[in-house]
């Protein structure tokens, strides 16, 4: 399973991204497909999760901002970052729980870096 992200950059506060994670060698719609991001000398966050079945959940800090949403038939996943802040700031990666229950992650990206400033 190889997942690889893209669409990072940096971007004013206030700004939109796109990032695009592309799954190959597992039918991500049988999974959950999460978005994570690490900043330096920081935990790594959740930020964003779709499950097999369709639902999703976000971070506090990031809800009405952020949209996650998967394409079955590109068999990836995109995670829609609006309203960005100085302190979205992180390596963002993309992981996949081939469970589909969002609980166990076992195949994750390479990362792409975003970087907001004020």
């Known amino acids: 399973v190889q997942l690889v992200e893209s669409g990072g950059g940096s971007v004013q506060s206030g700004g939109s991204l796109s990032l695009s994670c592309v799954v190959s060698?597992?039918?991500?719609?049988?999974?959950?497909m999460g978005w994570f991001r690490q900043a330096p000398g920081e935990e790594r966050e959740a930020v964003a999760s779709?499950?097999?079945?369709?639902?999703?959940t976000y971070a506090d800090s990031v809800k009405g901002r952020f949209t996650i949403a998967r394409d079955n038939a590109k068999n990836t996943v995109n995670l829609q970052m609006n309203s960005l802040k100085p302190e979205d700031s992180a390596m963002y990666y993309c992981?996949?729980?081939?469970?589909?229950?969002?609980?166990?992650?076992?195949?994750w990206g390479q990362g792409t870096q975003v970087t907001v400033s004020s």
């Open positions: 779709i499950d097999w079945d369709g639902r999703t």
């Open positions: 992981a996949l729980d081939r469970g589909g229950y969002c609980r166990n992650y076992a195949d």
């Open positions: 060698g597992y039918p991500s719609r049988r999974a959950c």
